[in-house]
């Protein structure tokens, strides 16, 4: 279930120069630095979605979604489609 996946989701990832290097780059590309630490974070650890609920941060996403490694959706707009995918 969707609930397994979230709980199944621990992993540690180390900060490298590779990691600052991608998030610089979003960063330039417009995601403030802080967010853009997390997207390439979620890249670089191949997640296939990254949750969140900062609409500011989806719409600039959206943007930019041609040039991102990971989709970033809601998190109930997420399990809505996880549950859909069960039924």
């Known amino acids: 279930t969707a609930l397994y996946r979230l709980r199944a989701a621990r992993e540690v990832l180390e900060v490298d ?3 600052l ?4 780059d979003l960063s330039d590309a417009g995601l403030p630095v802080l967010d853009a630490i997390h997207v390439a974070a979620a890249e670089a650890m191949s997640a296939d979605v990254l949750l969140t609920v900062d609409d500011v941060l989806l719409r600039k996403a959206a943007r ?3 040039g991102l490694h990971v989709t970033l959706q ?7 489609a996880m549950e859909e995918e069960l039924t």
């Open 17 to 19: 120069s590779h990691l």
């Open 64 to 66: 930019l979604a041609h």
């Open 74 to 80: 809601n998190p109930v707009a997420w399990l809505k």
């Open 21 to 24: 290097r991608r998030a610089s």
